[in-house]
Structures are given as C-alpha cells and as structure tokens.
C-alpha cells in the first residue's frame, strides 16, 4: 500500500517521502480500516518537517485523522463496510496515521460516521473542525447567550470552523486575522466583524479593559489571550484550544476574580466516547455544507511533503483535505 513515510537517518534528520509499504507493517490494533480521506493539520507539519517530540518510533507513517470504511473488524460494534471517523489518541504522533491507504487501531478510538456527513466532508471538519465543536460546546454548558463572540486565528483550521458553527448558530461573530486579504474568505463563513491581530497585540497594560466580548474560541493563546481575559464580559467564558501564541499566559487573577471570567481548556485528544459522538452528530446537524466546500483545499499524498513545510509557516487557508487514493 502506498504511504507517506517518515524516516530517520544515522546523522538523527528526518525525511517524508511517498513510497509502498506492507500491510503487515501496520501497528496492531482491532480494526483495519480502508482510509479514504485524511486533513493536514500543525501537528502533522511538525512530524512530517522535523519529527520534534512528536514522533516516537521511526519509520513513522503521520496523519492525526482519517475518515474510511472499516475492511476488517475483530470488534463486534464494527462491521466490514462500515463508515468511520477517527481523531486524537495520539495517532499520528506515537501510532501509525492517515497518510496511508490503510489504517489499524483500536476500535474504541474510532466514531461511527454521522448520517449527513460523507468521508471527504468529514475530513473538511476533521481533527479542527472537531475541535472547534468541543470548544462551542463547552462556550454552551457555560451558558452562553451575550454576543458578540470572538473567534482568534479565524483563517486557521479550528477557526475557519469555528467561525462557520457560530455564524450558524445565530451568534455574531468577530473574527481575528493578521491578513487583511482573509476578510472577504472570513466574512463568506459568517463573520460579521473583522477585528485586527494588531488591536490585540499590545501588552496588557491593565488587567480590566471595557467590556466587549461574550464568549471567546481561542486557537492563538500566549500574550493575545492575556488581553482578551481582561475583555470579557461578566461570567463569559473563554475556549482556550492552541498554543500557537506559546505556553506562556502574562495575566493577572484579576480578570477570573473581578468579573468571574472562566477559562476553558479543550483538549482534542482523549475524549470520552459520548463527546466525541456529540460533537460529530452535532456537526452533522450544524455546520453549513456550502460554508465547509469553501474552506477545503484538496491534496493529494504527494502534496503532503511541500504543504508540511507550508503550514509551520503559516502559509495554508482553511482545511486541507488528502484524497488517500487520489
């Protein structure tokens, strides 16, 4: 079977290549599954472009999500010609990924594929689009009910989605863009409102601004959410799901304190069954298809070595969707 393959050399680099593999190869796990469609995400750059502290084990097939037909299954709740859905529980990183014809994991890791939803449009949501579910609806057990909502790296993955689920939700969405060109693709999501990255990127100078924002999806993190903390609105909440804007948060209590701010934090990875089947089931329901088409920019395996470069530098638009057989 064909797969992008991630080796590494006696002199310790990496390097990704496409090439043919046995399926015998494969990890173990309970079912197989015919991959039809995966997604490029930041990880996935990470491992196909450096190996980092990602990857554990070499040769390293990446891929942090896939979507396909189960071919075999020693697991009764799947059978062969089943669709699925797989993200998280470090595959990808520590197990063999989507960037292969077949996949074998562990049974409890996959979701039975919504109805309404197709493998490629799965992958359209994929591991971001999940993720920015969770985070929605973590902003809703919180309760929230005030706009307007503010989504930070709206032209990313998690945001693009994001900024499509909450413009579909009724919210009024203010999205956050470094690129003045991304307003005219943010606003065919659904944003109302384009606010610059350079408005939020002083140092808080005082711990309480003006009240502004109702809810919060951050994908930045760092020394932006510090001042978005200090934006809130009494008892709004903030879904804190990357750390692109590093680990580091120069805030004060004062913001949780004063006007009873919460901070969530989303994590994709080891969900619980139930919020992994709510979420894509609400997916299903929610996001806009036509929204979803806009934001795809198909690839192939082949792409995947030049598009993994690309996305550390922050050069790739909405999702990236991999046609595994194309």
């Given at each position: 079977?064909?797969?992008?393959l991630?080796?590494k050399?006696?002199d310790?680099?990496?390097?990704?290549?496409?090439?043919?593999?046995?399926?015998?190869?494969?990890?173990?796990g309970d079912?197989?599954?015919?991959?039809?469609?995966s997604?490029?995400?930041?990880?996935?750059?990470?491992?196909?472009?450096?190996?980092?502290?990602?990857v554990?084990?070499?040769?390293?097939v990446?891929g942090?999500?896939?979507?396909?037909t189960?071919?075999?299954?020693?697991?009764?709740?799947?059978k062969?010609?089943?669709?699925?859905?797989?993200?998280?529980?470090?595959?990808?990183?520590?197990?063999?990924?989507?960037?292969?014809?077949?996949?074998?994991?562990?049974?409890?890791?996959?979701?039975?594929?919504?109805?309404?939803?197709?493998?490629?449009?799965?992958?359209?949501?994929?591991?971001?689009?999940?993720?920015?579910?969770?985070?929605?609806?973590?902003?809703?057990?919180?309760?929230?009910?005030?706009?307007?909502?503010?989504?930070?790296?709206a032209?990313?993955?998690?945001?693009?989605?994001?900024?499509?689920?909450?413009?579909?939700?009724?919210?009024?969405?203010?999205?956050?863009?470094?690129?003045?060109?991304?307003?005219?693709?943010?606003?065919?999501?659904?944003?109302?409102?384009?606010?610059?990255?350079?408005?939020?990127?002083?140092?808080?100078?005082?711990?309480?601004?003006?009240?502004?924002?109702?809810?919060?999806?951050?994908?930045?993190?760092?020394?932006?959410?510090?001042?978005?903390?200090?934006?809130?609105?009494?008892g709004?909440?903030?879904?804190?799901?990357?750390?692109?804007?590093?680990?580091?948060?120069?805030?004060?209590?004062?913001?949780?304190?004063?006007?009873?701010?919460?901070?969530?934090?989303?994590?994709?990875?080891m969900?619980?069954y139930?919020?992994?089947?709510?979420?894509?089931?609400?997916?299903?329901?929610?996001?806009?298809?036509?929204?979803?088409?806009?934001?795809?920019?198909?690839?192939?395996?082949?792409?995947?070595?030049?598009?993994?470069?690309?996305?550390?530098?922050?050069?790739?638009?909405?999702?990236?969707?991999v046609?595994?057989?194309?």
């Amino acid at each position: 079977m064909r797969a992008l393959l991630v080796e590494k050399g006696e002199d310790g680099k990496t390097s990704a290549s496409v090439t043919e593999v046995a399926e015998a190869d494969l990890p173990e796990g309970d079912v197989t599954v015919a991959v039809e469609y995966s997604t490029l995400n930041y990880k996935d750059g990470l491992c196909i472009g450096s190996g980092g502290g990602l990857v554990r084990n070499y040769p390293h097939v990446p891929g942090i999500d896939f979507a396909g037909t189960v071919e075999t299954s020693d697991d009764e709740r799947y059978k062969p010609g089943d669709k699925v859905v797989l993200t998280g529980w470090r595959v990808g990183e520590v197990q063999w990924g989507g960037y292969a014809e077949k996949a074998r994991v562990r049974a409890d890791w996959l979701v039975p594929l919504p109805d309404g939803l197709t493998t490629r449009q799965a992958m359209a949501v994929g591991t971001a689009g999940f993720t920015a579910m969770l985070a929605i609806q973590a902003l809703e057990d919180q309760g929230l009910k005030a706009d307007p909502i503010l989504v930070t790296g709206a032209a990313g993955g998690v945001g693009s989605v994001a900024v499509a689920l909450l413009a579909a939700l009724g919210h009024e969405v203010a999205a956050v863009t470094g690129r003045p060109e991304q307003e005219e693709y943010l606003r065919g999501l659904g944003a109302s409102r384009i606010v610059p990255r350079a408005d939020l990127a002083e140092t808080v100078k005082r711990p309480l601004e003006t009240e502004e924002w109702g809810g919060c999806v951050d994908a930045v993190g760092g020394a932006m959410l510090a001042r978005i903390l200090g934006q809130m609105r009494y008892g709004a909440s903030v879904a804190a799901v990357g750390l692109a804007g590093g680990p580091g948060l120069p805030a004060t209590v004062i913001p949780f304190l004063l006007r009873g701010v919460n901070l969530l934090g989303i994590d994709s990875v080891m969900q619980p069954y139930e919020n992994r089947l709510r979420a894509w089931t609400r997916l299903a329901e929610i996001l806009p298809m036509d929204k979803l088409e806009a934001m795809i920019q198909p690839a192939t395996l082949d792409d995947l070595p030049e598009l993994g470069a690309a996305i550390l530098q922050g050069q790739v638009k909405g999702r990236v969707v991999v046609d595994i057989a194309g």
